[in-house]
């Protein structure tokens, strides 16, 4: 595969997105890595029985296996973001993908519970980080316009493979037990390294490619004598290549693999906090769901169907809920679109805190389902909103660092809880309670402290949560003029440097047809200047 560029991987400023073609590509590969990194650490939850009667723990043991895989997504982004850059986003999705898969088939040959922890949880989790993390920066890269789409898309991998993995769980269980189930898991997530293949870094070659043939047409057009032209135009390209060749043998200035620089945007510090809060209780439910529905009575079977109903309605959530972000008029307020999406979720946790029948779950899945589907279509939308995407992959990476602490707490807590006072019902009220309270937190300190700043007159570095893509469009507008700018400065120095060259040329000529006795015309030897001809102002081809 050859080793990636990790500035190229960035989606250098010269660059600009291409919102499609190789694109659509690179959005497949991050909707069965997004699938894989947020449905695996659920769907492995219908091994829980089973493992709690061979293993001889409780709830809260087993809970810890998906909130370490979590912990893992999540805690080691830091790592990730330094990897990429330092390598580039398809070498370490790799590596990823080799880990992940590697985890799950070491997991099928454990003896205990810890055993447990270390593979399916620790290794499969950083597996599965090294995959996600990188695959968001690439899409990215591939879209600007149309991310809230993408980003939409692409989270709908999550609900698609949560639907087709807790029934095929199930099935694996059944037929093969729970150690042929992680084994065959295991392979499945070998598919990763084929999505990593594709992650197609954006290249900027072609664009100093039309950039060398425009000097060319431009110098032909300004200077048509010839073979002369010909030499200036060597002459041009060489100069430019001796000058790339000083500049890369200057040292390179460090590159920073982490910037905490971004704790500095009053935004991002919000975000973190309310995502802090909302993890405490988002994975909740659906973790305890399934022993749930089994605690009262449901078949295994349809205990294991309702997450596949929460999976199906995450399937038109998602992309909806991401088209309607995209929308003009509301992409300024995302934010708070993210923050309605929240409370909608905690509010369906605490009315459902009390369902005791199928036809309940059944209801509450589907309204679940459609809550959690806009909180994953808006997370990160709203976080490159914020901080922009050159700066994405630190802020991401840290972000996932500060959610990690909260999957820490959240899941195992509430399985300690179920231990303790045998009532699904508190565990309800409880995560719906956080989600609810982090939602009013987003909104309001967006409101109170982001949107004052809007209306004072002092203009600000970097983007606010409220901004979306006119902020970014605004930045790269500005970046884009300076290097138009900088173009022309290197074009018109060109042009000029083959024009005196010319001119050289011209008089040495003329000097020598003086020296043979040739009269030479008042005006000829005279060099065009593009902007200063006039009618008297010509050069004979002829004579050349």
Not at 496 to 501: E, H, Q, R, S
Request: charged share 15%; proline share 5%.
């Amino acid at each position: 595969m050859g080793r990636s560029d990790p500035e190229e991987c960035q989606s250098p400023a010269s660059v600009k997105p291409p919102d499609g073609g190789w694109g659509w590509i690179v959005l497949l590969g991050c909707f069965v890595i997004t699938g894989f990194s947020y449905a695996f650490p659920k769907a492995v939850s219908v091994y829980f029985k089973e493992l709690m009667h061979d293993f001889h723990v409780g709830y809260s043991d087993t809970a810890w296996i998906s909130s370490i895989m979590l912990a893992m997504l999540y805690g080691t982004g830091p790592v990730s973001s330094i990897m990429v850059n330092q390598f580039g986003c398809r070498p370490v999705m790799l590596v990823g993908g080799l880990l992940a898969s590697s985890g799950m088939i070491l997991a099928s040959f454990t003896t205990n519970i810890i055993e447990l922890y270390l593979t399916a949880g620790m290794l499969t989790g950083l597996g599965m980080a090294l995959n996600f993390q990188p695959s968001l920066i690439m899409l990215g890269t591939y879209f600007d316009k149309r991310r809230p789409l993408a980003n939409g898309l692409a989270a709908a991998g999550s609900p698609v493979f949560l639907s087709a993995l807790s029934p095929l769980g199930q099935v694996l269980l059944e037929k093969f037990g729970w150690r042929g189930g992680f084994l065959i898991m295991g392979g499945l997530l070998l598919n990763c390294c084929t999505c990593g293949a594709v992650m197609r870094p954006l290249e900027a070659g072609m664009k100093r490619k039309m950039e060398r043939v425009q000097d060319k047409y431009e110098a032909k057009e300004m200077l048509p004598i010839g073979e002369r032209a010909e030499e200036a135009i060597s002459t041009m390209d060489g100069a430019k290549k001796s000058k790339k060749t000083k500049k890369q043998q200057q040292p390179r200035k460090g590159k920073k693999l982490l910037d905490f620089s971004i704790f500095s945007n009053r935004g991002f510090v919000i975000y973190s906090i309310a995502k802090f809060i909302m993890v405490l209780g988002l994975f909740v439910p659906p973790i305890l769901l399934v022993n749930y529905a089994k605690d009262i009575g449901v078949p295994d079977t349809d205990a294991a169907f309702l997450l596949s109903i929460i999976g199906f309605i995450d399937i038109f959530a998602r992309p909806s809920c991401g088209m309607l972000a995209g929308l003009k008029w509301m992409r300024p307020h995302v934010a708070y679109l993210f923050s309605f999406a929240m409370l909608f979720n905690g509010l369906t946790d605490i009315c459902s805190a009390s369902a005791n029948t199928y036809t309940a779950l059944v209801i509450f899945c589907v309204f679940f389902g459609i809550s959690y589907g806009m909180v994953g279509a808006l997370q990160f939308e709203v976080l490159m909103a914020i901080v922009g995407s050159q700066k994405f992959s630190s802020a991401i990476g840290l972000v996932l660092l500060i959610e990690a602490i909260a999957v820490l707490i959240g899941p195992p807590s509430a399985g300690r809880l179920v231990d303790a006072f045998k009532n699904y019902a508190i565990i309800f009220y409880l995560a719906g309670s956080e989600v609810v309270l982090s939602s009013l937190f987003l909104a309001t300190a967006t409101y109170c402290c982001l949107n004052q700043e809007k209306k004072t007159p002092q203009l600000e570095k970097t983007p606010s949560v409220g901004g979306g893509s006119d902020t970014e469009e605004a930045e790269s507008d500005a970046q884009e003029v300076e290097d138009h700018a900088a173009d022309n400065h290197h074009l018109s120095h060109s042009t000029n440097t083959a024009v005196v060259m010319t001119s050289d040329a011209v008089n040495h000529i003329a000097e020598d047809h003086s020296a043979d006795g040739v009269e030479q015309p008042a005006d000829e030897g005279a060099v065009l200047v593009p902007g200063e001809c006039n009618s008297g102002q010509t050069v004979e081809r002829e004579r050349f």
